[in-house]
T-cell receptor, first 113, second 114 residues
């Protein structure tokens, strides 16, 4: 069975500082990994995904994520946080086919000016 | 751009009412999904569909049913709404391209059952 863990419910960071939102996963085969962001009272917006190839994936709004197979992690990063990055972030995984994504419980990011 | 729309952003219903949540996608996607989102629980899968008239139970199907009469439309039905079904409901779709495809979400319907 697939699963995702986001160990932090809340991450606080000062504006201009680097940010990291953590995600670890468990799948039986090769993982397809995704990050989504949700702003208040909105649906989920796709940020980036890892399918294969380069372990560092770049996505929207300056975000990137690093796939680490040995640590089964896919942490979301940004070199310099903005107040507008404050939102709820979800990591998700599937192992193959058209199976539904399995989501973590989400991490609320708060960027303080 | 892929567009997934949901019929209502906010709904208020009474306990025992039958509730229909509609989702429409405009990209000819084969696969559609319904999730509910609750604080601290993340997204949980209710039902999904790989094709017209096909449906599969997700992790929490109890109290819900679905209908997929047309490829672009996937409806979630609460046969008799209860207060514990107060939640945010999110619809999503993907084409049948395998695991690499991005799942696109609608804006969500926030349902309050009184």
């Amino acid at each position: 069975a697939q699963s995702v863990a986001q160990p932090e419910d809340q991450v606080n960071v000062a504006e201009g500082n680097p940010l990291t939102v953590k995600c670890t996963y468990s799948v039986s085969g090769n993982p397809y990994l995704f990050w989504y962001v949700q702003y208040p009272n909105r649906g989920l917006q796709f940020l980036l995904k890892y399918i294969t190839g380069d372990n560092l994936v770049k996505g929207s709004y300056g975000f990137e994520a690093e796939f680490n197979k040995s640590q089964t992690s896919f942490h979301l990063k940004k070199p310099s946080a903005l107040v507008s990055d404050s939102a709820l972030y979800f990591c998700a995984v599937r192992d193959s086919g058209n199976t539904p994504l399995v989501f973590g419980k989400g991490t609320r990011l708060s960027v303080i000016a | 751009d892929v567009k997934v729309t949901q019929s209502s952003r906010y709904l208020v219903k009474r306990t025992g009412e039958k509730v229909f949540l509609e989702c429409v996608q405009d990209m000819d996607h084969e696969n559609m999904f319904w999730y509910r989102q609750d604080p601290g629980l993340g997204l949980r899968l209710i039902y999904f569909s790989y094709d017209v008239k096909m449906k599969e139970k997700g992790d929490i199907p109890e109290g819900y049913s679905v209908s997929r009469e047309k490829k672009e439309r996937f409806s979630l039905i609460l046969e008799s709404a209860s207060t514990n079904q107060t939640s945010m409901y999110l619809c999503a779709s993907i084409p049948s391209g395998g695991g690499i495809e991005t799942q696109y979400f609608g804006p969500g319907t926030r349902l309050l059952v009184l």
